[in-house]
């Protein structure tokens, strides 16, 4: 395998010092591993890093793990939904440009990664330039989720804008890659050749899994040892419907030997617990975040893993959640309560048992389900779970995979397989 130039441009992308880590810092560490020289380039500001970047200047190089972090400063903004958060997308676009100036290795492949959608035009510049191969990746289909999750028209000049980029970035590109499995369709539909299609999920690190610290003793004394524990641990937002959840351990507050632990934080945390206390269960604990190396302990606390999504047409297209390949790993059956289309993880490995959507009854007859199975039983679905991410969803292989999928020959097999190359 010969050594290549990897440009990876993720303005979202962050470090275990900055962030959580996530799939491209893992993607980049594996791929350095592989003796590539890789370059993650991400912004110096945005409302999901945890602490700033120590940064000075348009660029600020940080040595991570064996590969290097190229931090282009930017403008800070005040929300999510702050206009100048728009400002910051541009601007980021444009100071990528002019990398080919200030990094010394040009690339033999540049991707780009949504949501931000303008930086396939930076990283289209760059392969121009180059001759390097051109990598679009898809982890949130935009402007189609503001579409579906936000309801913003079509017809608005931005969104406009957008869909013109992303519809340049499927014709344009030498592959598309995306985490959501069934999300071909569309991008056929918008204008993509469907052999360029590649499905690279998200994974677990197992040095990341194996062997980590206890979570602190004040957290996990607090969840229950002698019960039936479900739990959740995650960011509380929206989107992870946790108030369905609440309402699933409304009706079930009469069975005793259940109790939910919820162990992180997020914009609903507040309804979450104002919801708690009108309904008066004390069968449910709320814990705050822990550090993300502490999370494999307390998964090994819980009995069953939960994870639930909003019930919309979005989610067709496949999801691939980083903490359903954390669960997976931990050994506990899952309680999946998403309506992933014709990706269905947990029914595929035989790990869990699914339920509806917004849908508490059904979410407690599964968990009510799952709580009366015997401890052997339980157990097989764990380890199903386990042997499902040891095979399929190890960063280290995924980074094999996508390299491959850039420097070979490829075509997508329909009947699923992440790449399958020629």
């Known amino acids: 395998m010969s050594k290549k130039s990897i440009w990876i441009i993720n303005q979202y992308a962050s470090t275990p010092d900055t962030g959580m880590g996530g799939r491209h810092y893992y993607l980049a560490k594996e791929l350095a591993k592989l003796g590539h020289d890789v370059h993650l380039i991400a912004g110096s500001y945005s409302h999901l890093l945890k602490n700033l970047p120590k940064t000075s200047g348009a660029y600020t190089f940080e040595e991570?793990?064996?590969?290097?972090?190229?931090?282009?400063?930017?403008?800070?903004?005040?929300?999510?939904?702050?206009?100048?958060?728009?400002?910051?997308?541009?601007?980021?676009?444009?100071?990528?440009?002019?990398?080919?100036?200030?990094?010394d290795d040009p690339p033999d492949v540049v991707i780009a990664s949504?949501?931000?959608?303008?930086?396939?035009?930076?990283?289209?510049?760059?392969?121009?330039?180059?001759?390097?191969?051109?990598?679009?990746?898809v982890r949130d289909i935009w402007p189609l989720t503001l579409i579906e999750m936000l309801g913003a028209s079509r017809f608005n000049p931005f969104i406009a804008l957008m869909q013109w980029v992303e519809d340049k970035a499927y014709r344009e590109s030498d592959i598309v890659v995306s985490n959501l499995k069934h999300s071909v369709g569309h991008m056929v539909k918008r204008g993509m050749a469907a052999e360029k299609f590649v499905w690279i999920p998200n994974g677990v690190c197992l040095a990341e899994m194996e062997g980590g610290p206890q979570a602190p003793s004040d957290i996990t004394a607090m969840i229950p040892s002698e019960d039936f524990v479900v739990g959740y641990t995650g960011t509380i937002g929206e989107a992870n419907a946790i108030h369905v959840l609440i309402e699933a351990a409304r009706l079930l507050k009469h069975n005793h030997r259940i109790k939910f632990v919820l162990v992180g934080d997020g914009k609903e945390k507040n309804s979450v617990v104002r919801l708690v206390e009108s309904?008066?269960?004390?069968?449910?604990?709320?814990?705050?975040?822990?550090?993300k190396c502490e999370v494999p302990d307390v998964l090994s606390r819980f009995d069953v893993c939960y994870i639930g999504l909003l019930d919309k047409p979005l989610f067709r297209f496949g999801v691939s959640p980083n903490k359903l390949f954390e669960y997976f790993y931990s050994g506990r059956p899952v309680c999946y309560a998403i309506d992933s289309g014709d990706y269905q993880p947990v029914i595929e490995s035989s790990s869990g048992l699914v339920a509806k959507p917004e849908d508490p009854s059904d979410i407690a007859r599964a968990i009510n389900e799952l709580s009366l199975l015997s401890e052997e039983d339980r157990s097989t679905m764990g380890d199903n779970g386990k042997r499902h991410v040891l095979k399929n969803h190890q960063y280290s292989h995924l980074a094999a995979l996508l390299f491959k999928a850039i420097f070979t020959s490829h075509k997508y097999d329909v009947s699923g397989g992440c790449a399958n190359t020629r």
């Open 64 to 103: 991570v793990d064996g590969f290097k972090v190229v931090w282009v400063g930017v403008n800070t903004y005040d929300t999510a939904h702050s206009k100048k958060r728009i400002w910051n997308w541009f601007n980021f676009t444009w100071k990528v440009r002019k990398l080919l100036s200030i990094i």
């Open 114 to 137: 949504s949501p931000q959608p303008f930086a396939f035009l930076a990283a289209k510049y760059l392969s121009k330039k180059t001759g390097a191969r051109l990598v679009f990746e």
């Open 279 to 291: 309904y008066e269960l004390d069968n449910v604990v709320l814990l705050p975040p822990v550090a």
